[in-house]
Protein backbone atom coordinates (compact mmCIF):
# COMPACT_ATOMS: atom_id res chain seq x y z
CA UNK A 1 0.00 0.00 0.00
CA UNK A 2 1.23 3.51 -0.91
CA UNK A 3 2.00 6.25 1.35
CA UNK A 4 -0.69 8.52 -0.25
CA UNK A 5 -2.64 5.74 0.32
CA UNK A 6 -2.53 5.39 3.75
CA UNK A 7 -2.14 8.87 4.26
CA UNK A 8 -5.75 9.31 2.13
CA UNK A 9 -7.46 6.20 4.52
CA UNK A 10 -6.14 7.99 7.56
CA UNK A 11 -8.16 11.04 6.22
CA UNK A 12 -11.00 9.38 6.22
CA UNK A 13 -11.00 8.08 10.02
CA UNK A 14 -10.83 11.56 10.36
CA UNK A 15 -13.91 11.76 8.56
CA UNK A 16 -15.54 8.97 9.58
CA UNK A 17 -15.23 10.30 13.31
CA UNK A 18 -15.44 13.88 12.83
CA UNK A 19 -19.40 12.57 11.47
CA UNK A 20 -19.87 10.55 13.80
CA UNK A 21 -19.85 13.54 16.44
CA UNK A 22 -21.59 15.39 13.58
CA UNK A 23 -19.41 17.84 12.69
CA UNK A 24 -19.89 18.23 9.45
CA UNK A 25 -18.02 21.42 8.91
CA UNK A 26 -14.84 19.42 9.38
CA UNK A 27 -15.53 16.56 7.74
CA UNK A 28 -16.14 19.25 4.33
CA UNK A 29 -13.21 20.38 4.70
CA UNK A 30 -11.06 17.30 4.99
CA UNK A 31 -13.34 15.51 2.29
CA UNK A 32 -12.62 18.87 -0.44
CA UNK A 33 -8.66 18.60 -0.94
CA UNK A 34 -9.44 14.19 -1.28
CA UNK A 35 -12.41 15.05 -3.90
CA UNK A 36 -9.35 17.19 -6.29
CA UNK A 37 -8.44 13.79 -6.93
CA UNK A 38 -10.43 11.05 -6.42
CA UNK A 39 -13.86 12.22 -8.11
CA UNK A 40 -15.49 9.14 -7.95
CA UNK A 41 -14.09 7.23 -4.61
CA UNK A 42 -14.89 7.02 -1.41
CA UNK A 43 -14.31 10.76 -0.86
CA UNK A 44 -17.85 11.07 -3.02
CA UNK A 45 -19.52 9.06 -1.24
CA UNK A 46 -18.97 10.65 2.57
CA UNK A 47 -19.58 13.87 0.72
CA UNK A 48 -22.74 13.10 -0.56
CA UNK A 49 -23.70 12.46 3.10
CA UNK A 50 -22.49 15.79 4.26
CA UNK A 51 -24.60 17.34 1.50
CA UNK A 52 -27.44 15.47 2.26
CA UNK A 53 -27.45 15.89 6.19
CA UNK A 54 -27.03 20.08 5.23
CA UNK A 55 -29.87 20.02 3.01
CA UNK A 56 -27.62 20.19 -0.46
CA UNK A 57 -29.73 17.08 -1.85
CA UNK A 58 -28.96 18.37 -5.99
CA UNK A 59 -25.10 18.13 -4.85
CA UNK A 60 -25.96 14.69 -3.28
CA UNK A 61 -27.15 13.30 -6.11
CA UNK A 62 -24.61 14.04 -8.58
CA UNK A 63 -21.65 12.86 -5.79
CA UNK A 64 -23.36 9.73 -5.61
CA UNK A 65 -23.88 9.46 -9.36
CA UNK A 66 -19.85 9.72 -9.79
CA UNK A 67 -19.42 7.27 -7.44
CA UNK A 68 -21.89 4.70 -8.70
CA UNK A 69 -20.87 4.65 -12.10
CA UNK A 70 -18.28 1.91 -10.97
CA UNK A 71 -20.44 0.69 -8.04
CA UNK A 72 -24.19 0.56 -8.99
CA UNK A 73 -24.60 -2.07 -6.28
CA UNK A 74 -23.12 -0.57 -3.63
CA UNK A 75 -25.28 -0.44 -0.51
CA UNK A 76 -24.76 2.36 1.33
CA UNK A 77 -24.82 4.93 -1.84
CA UNK A 78 -29.08 3.00 -2.77
CA UNK A 79 -29.01 4.09 1.29
CA UNK A 80 -27.92 7.78 0.56
CA UNK A 81 -30.33 7.95 -2.44
CA UNK A 82 -33.34 6.38 -0.51
CA UNK A 83 -32.67 9.29 2.04
CA UNK A 84 -32.47 12.28 -0.74
CA UNK A 85 -36.19 10.28 -2.06
CA UNK A 86 -37.35 9.87 1.77
CA UNK A 87 -36.25 14.26 2.47
CA UNK A 88 -38.32 15.08 -0.91
CA UNK A 89 -41.22 12.73 0.29
CA UNK A 90 -40.95 9.90 -2.48
CA UNK A 91 -41.82 7.89 0.37
CA UNK A 92 -42.48 4.39 -1.79
CA UNK A 93 -39.43 4.86 -3.92
CA UNK A 94 -37.38 5.55 -0.67
CA UNK A 95 -38.65 2.40 0.56
CA UNK A 96 -37.66 0.24 -2.67
CA UNK A 97 -34.03 1.67 -2.80
CA UNK A 98 -33.40 1.15 1.00
CA UNK A 99 -35.20 -2.60 0.61
CA UNK A 100 -32.94 -3.07 -2.08
CA UNK A 101 -29.55 -2.08 -0.20
CA UNK A 102 -30.74 -4.86 2.49
CA UNK A 103 -30.86 -7.43 -0.16
CA UNK A 104 -27.01 -6.43 -0.55
CA UNK A 105 -26.33 -6.25 2.48
CA UNK A 106 -28.65 -7.77 5.44
CA UNK A 107 -26.60 -5.81 8.19
CA UNK A 108 -26.57 -2.52 6.84
CA UNK A 109 -28.20 -0.49 10.11
CA UNK A 110 -28.92 2.74 8.13
CA UNK A 111 -31.36 0.94 6.10
CA UNK A 112 -33.14 -0.27 8.96
CA UNK A 113 -33.27 2.68 10.33
CA UNK A 114 -34.58 4.53 7.19
CA UNK A 115 -37.45 2.31 6.66
CA UNK A 116 -38.37 3.05 10.34
CA UNK A 117 -38.79 6.35 9.88
CA UNK A 118 -40.57 6.09 6.63
CA UNK A 119 -43.03 3.85 8.65
CA UNK A 120 -43.41 6.75 11.08
CA UNK A 121 -43.67 9.64 8.03
CA UNK A 122 -46.31 7.64 6.52
CA UNK A 123 -48.19 7.29 10.13
CA UNK A 124 -47.62 10.79 10.70
CA UNK A 125 -49.49 11.75 7.78
CA UNK A 126 -52.39 9.71 8.67
CA UNK A 127 -51.91 11.14 12.15
CA UNK A 128 -52.43 14.90 11.26
CA UNK A 129 -56.32 14.84 10.61
CA UNK A 130 -56.66 13.44 13.94
CA UNK A 131 -54.47 15.79 15.96
CA UNK A 132 -55.81 18.85 13.61
CA UNK A 133 -58.98 17.98 15.26
CA UNK A 134 -57.91 17.89 18.52
CA UNK A 135 -55.60 21.09 18.07
CA UNK A 136 -58.57 22.86 17.23
CA UNK A 137 -60.80 22.27 20.50
CA UNK A 138 -58.13 20.93 23.04
CA UNK A 139 -58.43 25.04 24.81
CA UNK A 140 -61.74 25.06 25.08
CA UNK A 141 -62.22 21.18 26.40
CA UNK A 142 -60.07 22.40 29.69
CA UNK A 143 -63.00 24.02 30.59
CA UNK A 144 -66.18 22.60 28.59
CA UNK A 145 -64.74 18.70 28.73
CA UNK A 146 -63.75 17.02 25.01
CA UNK A 147 -66.23 16.32 22.85
CA UNK A 148 -66.78 12.96 21.06
CA UNK A 149 -64.79 14.14 17.86
CA UNK A 150 -62.12 14.79 20.08
CA UNK A 151 -62.24 11.44 21.93
CA UNK A 152 -62.31 9.65 18.68
CA UNK A 153 -59.23 11.52 17.82
CA UNK A 154 -57.68 10.53 20.66
CA UNK A 155 -58.59 6.61 20.48
CA UNK A 156 -57.45 6.59 16.04
CA UNK A 157 -53.92 8.05 17.66
CA UNK A 158 -53.31 5.80 20.73
CA UNK A 159 -53.78 2.93 18.67
CA UNK A 160 -50.77 4.56 16.12
CA UNK A 161 -47.27 3.32 17.15
CA UNK A 162 -45.04 6.14 17.38
CA UNK A 163 -42.19 6.57 15.65
CA UNK A 164 -38.21 6.33 16.71
CA UNK A 165 -38.02 10.09 17.17
CA UNK A 166 -40.84 10.78 19.08
CA UNK A 167 -38.34 12.63 21.39
CA UNK A 168 -37.20 15.03 18.77
CA UNK A 169 -40.63 15.01 15.88
CA UNK A 170 -43.34 16.81 17.24
CA UNK A 171 -45.85 14.61 15.23
CA UNK A 172 -44.50 11.27 16.50
CA UNK A 173 -44.39 13.26 20.04
CA UNK A 174 -47.91 13.78 19.48
CA UNK A 175 -48.86 10.45 18.65
CA UNK A 176 -47.11 9.02 21.63
CA UNK A 177 -48.95 11.07 24.12
CA UNK A 178 -52.25 9.67 23.21
CA UNK A 179 -50.25 6.27 22.84
CA UNK A 180 -48.84 6.26 25.29
CA UNK A 181 -51.84 7.35 27.81
CA UNK A 182 -53.58 5.53 30.44
CA UNK A 183 -56.35 7.43 30.12
CA UNK A 184 -57.42 9.42 27.26
CA UNK A 185 -59.95 11.99 29.19
CA UNK A 186 -57.35 12.94 30.95
CA UNK A 187 -54.32 13.04 28.22
CA UNK A 188 -57.48 15.50 26.42
CA UNK A 189 -57.53 17.32 29.90
CA UNK A 190 -53.77 18.10 29.61
CA UNK A 191 -52.84 18.42 25.95
CA UNK A 192 -51.46 21.68 25.53
CA UNK A 193 -49.96 21.56 21.10
CA UNK A 194 -47.34 24.52 22.13
CA UNK A 195 -45.76 22.64 25.14
CA UNK A 196 -45.67 18.98 23.25
CA UNK A 197 -43.60 21.34 20.02
CA UNK A 198 -41.40 23.11 22.13
CA UNK A 199 -40.88 20.13 24.45
CA UNK A 200 -39.09 18.36 21.26
CA UNK A 201 -37.35 21.09 20.57
CA UNK A 202 -35.73 22.00 23.64
CA UNK A 203 -35.38 18.48 24.20
CA UNK A 204 -37.34 17.71 26.68
CA UNK A 205 -38.53 14.36 25.84
CA UNK A 206 -35.12 12.80 25.37
CA UNK A 207 -34.65 11.63 29.16
CA UNK A 208 -38.22 10.33 29.83
CA UNK A 209 -37.94 8.58 26.63
CA UNK A 210 -34.81 6.75 28.24
CA UNK A 211 -36.28 6.13 31.34
CA UNK A 212 -39.48 4.67 29.76
CA UNK A 213 -40.03 1.80 31.55
CA UNK A 214 -39.98 4.04 34.68
CA UNK A 215 -42.83 6.66 33.29
CA UNK A 216 -45.25 4.75 31.42
CA UNK A 217 -48.37 5.14 34.29
CA UNK A 218 -46.29 6.69 36.40
CA UNK A 219 -46.50 9.31 39.14
CA UNK A 220 -43.28 10.82 38.70
CA UNK A 221 -41.44 13.63 40.62
CA UNK A 222 -38.57 15.66 39.06
CA UNK A 223 -36.17 16.32 41.56
CA UNK A 224 -33.91 20.20 40.22
CA UNK A 225 -36.43 20.25 37.95
CA UNK A 226 -34.77 23.33 36.83
CA UNK A 227 -37.25 25.41 34.83
CA UNK A 228 -39.48 22.95 35.09
CA UNK A 229 -40.26 22.36 31.29
CA UNK A 230 -39.54 18.57 31.61
CA UNK A 231 -43.42 18.53 32.55
CA UNK A 232 -44.54 17.99 29.19
CA UNK A 233 -42.03 15.83 28.57
CA UNK A 234 -42.93 13.31 30.87
CA UNK A 235 -46.68 13.45 30.26
CA UNK A 236 -45.79 12.25 26.19
CA UNK A 237 -43.93 9.25 27.85
CA UNK A 238 -46.98 8.11 29.28
CA UNK A 239 -46.85 9.55 32.78
CA UNK A 240 -50.41 9.31 35.15
CA UNK A 241 -48.79 12.80 36.51
CA UNK A 242 -45.34 15.28 36.90
CA UNK A 243 -44.14 16.59 40.57
CA UNK A 244 -41.45 19.53 39.38
CA UNK A 245 -38.88 19.91 42.27
CA UNK A 246 -36.78 22.91 42.50
CA UNK A 247 -35.67 25.72 45.34
CA UNK A 248 -34.78 27.99 42.55
CA UNK A 249 -36.93 27.37 39.67
CA UNK A 250 -38.25 30.81 38.36
CA UNK A 251 -41.87 30.58 38.24
CA UNK A 252 -43.24 33.73 36.25
CA UNK A 253 -40.13 33.29 33.45
CA UNK A 254 -40.16 32.11 30.10
CA UNK A 255 -36.44 31.50 30.15
CA UNK A 256 -35.05 28.33 29.70
CA UNK A 257 -32.43 26.20 28.52
CA UNK A 258 -32.61 24.63 25.09
CA UNK A 259 -30.98 21.25 26.26
CA UNK A 260 -30.18 20.57 22.04
CA UNK A 261 -28.74 23.93 21.11
CA UNK A 262 -26.93 23.96 24.54
CA UNK A 263 -27.95 27.78 25.01
CA UNK A 264 -30.81 30.20 27.00
CA UNK A 265 -33.85 30.78 25.01
CA UNK A 266 -37.35 31.65 25.57
CA UNK A 267 -39.91 29.01 25.74
CA UNK A 268 -42.76 31.30 25.43
CA UNK A 269 -44.94 29.88 28.79
CA UNK A 270 -43.60 30.49 32.23
CA UNK A 271 -43.73 27.68 35.18
CA UNK A 272 -46.47 29.06 36.32
CA UNK A 273 -48.84 29.32 33.34
CA UNK A 274 -47.88 25.48 32.85
CA UNK A 275 -48.77 24.56 36.22
CA UNK A 276 -52.72 26.59 35.81
CA UNK A 277 -53.36 24.96 32.47
CA UNK A 278 -52.22 21.70 33.33
CA UNK A 279 -53.80 19.64 36.60
CA UNK A 280 -50.95 16.79 35.92
CA UNK A 281 -48.86 19.06 36.18
CA UNK A 282 -47.36 20.52 39.49
CA UNK A 283 -44.46 22.70 40.47
CA UNK A 284 -42.67 23.55 43.98
CA UNK A 285 -40.48 25.94 44.45
CA UNK A 286 -38.87 24.48 47.17
CA UNK A 287 -36.95 21.24 48.37
CA UNK A 288 -38.11 17.94 49.34
CA UNK A 289 -38.19 18.58 53.00
CA UNK A 290 -40.35 21.46 52.68
CA UNK A 291 -43.12 20.51 49.90
CA UNK A 292 -46.81 21.77 51.08
CA UNK A 293 -47.97 17.71 50.35
CA UNK A 294 -47.30 14.75 52.16
CA UNK A 295 -47.15 11.58 49.48
CA UNK A 296 -45.09 9.25 47.68
CA UNK A 297 -44.30 8.82 44.18
CA UNK A 298 -43.89 5.60 41.89
CA UNK A 299 -40.34 7.52 40.28
CA UNK A 300 -38.02 10.26 41.42
CA UNK A 301 -36.08 11.24 38.61
CA UNK A 302 -32.83 12.93 38.72
CA UNK A 303 -31.17 14.50 35.42
CA UNK A 304 -27.88 16.08 35.66
CA UNK A 305 -28.36 17.29 38.96
CA UNK A 306 -27.06 15.35 41.64
CA UNK A 307 -23.02 16.81 40.59
CA UNK A 308 -24.79 20.24 41.86
CA UNK A 309 -26.42 19.51 45.22
CA UNK A 310 -23.79 20.39 47.53
CA UNK A 311 -25.55 18.76 50.17
CA UNK A 312 -26.12 15.64 48.55
CA UNK A 313 -26.35 13.17 51.51
CA UNK A 314 -29.09 15.58 52.84
CA UNK A 315 -30.32 15.92 49.61
CA UNK A 316 -30.83 12.19 49.41
CA UNK A 317 -32.50 11.67 52.84
CA UNK A 318 -35.28 13.82 52.17
CA UNK A 319 -35.87 12.00 49.19
CA UNK A 320 -36.62 8.63 51.35
CA UNK A 321 -39.58 9.79 52.37
CA UNK A 322 -41.15 10.17 48.64
CA UNK A 323 -40.59 6.31 48.05
CA UNK A 324 -43.62 3.44 48.84
CA UNK A 325 -42.32 0.35 48.61
CA UNK A 326 -42.06 -0.56 45.02
CA UNK A 327 -40.85 2.88 44.15
CA UNK A 328 -37.62 3.40 41.82
CA UNK A 329 -35.34 6.83 42.30
CA UNK A 330 -33.22 7.00 38.99
CA UNK A 331 -30.61 9.37 37.78
CA UNK A 332 -28.19 10.22 35.38
CA UNK A 333 -25.12 11.77 37.06
CA UNK A 334 -22.24 13.94 34.93
CA UNK A 335 -19.32 12.79 36.41
CA UNK A 336 -16.51 15.64 37.44
CA UNK A 337 -13.42 14.05 36.32
CA UNK A 338 -14.68 13.17 33.09
CA UNK A 339 -13.37 15.01 30.10
CA UNK A 340 -15.81 18.19 30.20
CA UNK A 341 -17.27 17.53 33.47
CA UNK A 342 -16.70 21.07 33.65
CA UNK A 343 -20.02 22.22 32.11
CA UNK A 344 -18.31 24.55 29.99
CA UNK A 345 -16.91 24.66 26.48
CA UNK A 346 -15.45 22.93 24.63
CA UNK A 347 -18.23 20.29 25.44
CA UNK A 348 -16.38 17.38 22.71
CA UNK A 349 -13.12 17.53 21.31
CA UNK A 350 -14.41 18.46 17.96
CA UNK A 351 -15.47 21.64 19.26
CA UNK A 352 -11.70 22.86 20.90
CA UNK A 353 -10.83 26.25 19.95
CA UNK A 354 -7.82 27.66 22.25
CA UNK A 355 -8.75 31.03 20.68
CA UNK A 356 -12.11 31.23 23.04
CA UNK A 357 -11.29 32.58 26.30
CA UNK A 358 -10.90 29.63 29.09
CA UNK A 359 -10.77 26.50 26.90
CA UNK A 360 -7.35 26.35 27.61
CA UNK A 361 -7.93 26.33 31.42
CA UNK A 362 -10.12 23.56 31.32
CA UNK A 363 -9.94 21.27 28.03
CA UNK A 364 -7.62 18.06 28.32
CA UNK A 365 -8.97 16.94 32.43
CA UNK A 366 -7.23 20.43 33.25
CA UNK A 367 -10.17 21.79 35.47
CA UNK A 368 -8.78 19.41 37.47
CA UNK A 369 -5.57 20.82 38.00
CA UNK A 370 -6.59 24.34 38.45
CA UNK A 371 -9.17 23.66 41.09
CA UNK A 372 -7.00 25.11 44.51
CA UNK A 373 -6.03 28.07 42.52
CA UNK A 374 -10.10 29.23 41.95
CA UNK A 375 -11.46 32.21 44.29
CA UNK A 376 -14.01 30.65 46.46
CA UNK A 377 -17.09 32.18 44.20
CA UNK A 378 -16.11 30.46 40.99
CA UNK A 379 -18.84 28.52 39.45
CA UNK A 380 -16.89 25.02 40.16
CA UNK A 381 -16.82 25.26 43.89
CA UNK A 382 -20.42 27.12 43.97
CA UNK A 383 -22.32 24.80 41.66
CA UNK A 384 -20.49 22.09 41.18
CA UNK A 385 -19.82 19.20 44.28
CA UNK A 386 -16.75 17.69 42.70
CA UNK A 387 -17.82 14.28 44.24
CA UNK A 388 -16.09 10.83 43.21
CA UNK A 389 -17.95 8.03 41.84
CA UNK A 390 -16.87 6.17 45.17
CA UNK A 391 -18.15 8.40 47.31
CA UNK A 392 -21.53 9.22 45.34
CA UNK A 393 -22.22 5.46 44.96
CA UNK A 394 -21.58 5.13 49.02
CA UNK A 395 -23.95 7.74 49.85
CA UNK A 396 -26.59 6.45 47.59
CA UNK A 397 -25.88 2.75 48.77
CA UNK A 398 -26.69 4.72 52.24
CA UNK A 399 -30.29 5.56 51.41
CA UNK A 400 -31.19 2.85 48.70
CA UNK A 401 -31.12 -0.29 47.27
CA UNK A 402 -28.35 0.02 43.95
CA UNK A 403 -30.25 -2.23 41.51
CA UNK A 404 -28.57 -0.56 38.48
CA UNK A 405 -24.92 1.01 38.46
CA UNK A 406 -23.58 1.82 34.90
CA UNK A 407 -20.47 3.88 34.50
CA UNK A 408 -20.65 5.02 31.17
CA UNK A 409 -17.46 5.80 29.33
CA UNK A 410 -16.92 8.98 27.67
CA UNK A 411 -16.72 8.63 23.91
CA UNK A 412 -13.76 7.38 21.48
CA UNK A 413 -13.00 10.26 20.40
CA UNK A 414 -12.50 11.65 24.02
CA UNK A 415 -10.84 8.82 25.36
CA UNK A 416 -8.04 8.62 22.97
CA UNK A 417 -6.86 12.02 24.26
CA UNK A 418 -6.35 10.45 27.57
CA UNK A 419 -2.82 10.28 27.10
CA UNK A 420 -0.19 8.78 30.12
CA UNK A 421 0.98 11.92 30.66
CA UNK A 422 -2.25 13.36 31.31
CA UNK A 423 -3.04 10.48 34.21
CA UNK A 424 0.53 11.44 35.63
CA UNK A 425 -0.02 14.98 35.40
CA UNK A 426 -3.78 14.59 37.48
CA UNK A 427 -2.55 12.20 39.95
CA UNK A 428 -0.12 15.25 40.85
CA UNK A 429 -3.21 16.63 41.92
CA UNK A 430 -5.51 13.47 43.11
CA UNK A 431 -2.80 10.88 43.68
CA UNK A 432 -5.40 7.99 44.03
CA UNK A 433 -7.32 8.95 41.39
CA UNK A 434 -8.41 5.70 39.47
CA UNK A 435 -8.51 5.65 35.47
CA UNK A 436 -12.17 4.96 35.37
CA UNK A 437 -12.85 8.41 36.58
CA UNK A 438 -11.18 9.97 34.40
CA UNK A 439 -13.22 7.60 31.36
CA UNK A 440 -16.38 7.57 32.82
CA UNK A 441 -18.85 10.35 31.10
CA UNK A 442 -21.72 9.74 33.42
CA UNK A 443 -23.41 6.77 36.17
CA UNK A 444 -26.76 5.70 35.02
CA UNK A 445 -28.62 4.77 38.58
CA UNK A 446 -31.72 2.85 39.25
CA UNK A 447 -32.29 2.24 42.77
CA UNK A 448 -35.13 1.04 45.06
CA UNK A 449 -36.20 1.91 49.10
CA UNK A 450 -34.42 -0.16 51.36
Known amino acids: MSDQVKGQDAELDQVRQAMSVRDFAKARDLLEPMLKTRKAGVPAFFMARVEIEEGNLDAARTLLDAFQATRPKHAGAKVQRARILFAEGQ ?3 ARQLAKDALEINPNIAPAERLLERIAAAEIAAEAKAHIDVIEAGYIA ?12 AAKALAGMEPGPDWNSD ?15 DWALRNYDAHLVDVSCRFDYVTWPKRIHDMVKDKTVIDVGCGFGGYGMGFLIAGAKSYAGLDPVMKLDSTRAKNKRL ?11 EIAAALPAVRLFQCIAEDMPVQETFDTIALHNVTEHLIQLDLVFSGLVPLLHDTSRIVFLHHN ?5 GHHFAPNRPDQIDLSVPGQAQVYDWQHIDIMDDLPDDHYFRTHLNR ?6 KAITEKYFDVEIWDEIPSSAATLERLTPEIIER ?3 KLPDIQERELTTNVVYCVASKK
Not at 262 to 272: I, K
Open 91 to 93: LAE
Open 141 to 152: ARTDGPTEDMRA
Open 170 to 184: PVQAKIAYFHFASDL
Open 262 to 272: REWDDMGVTPN
Open 336 to 340: YYCWN
Open 387 to 392: IRLDEI
Open 426 to 428: VRK
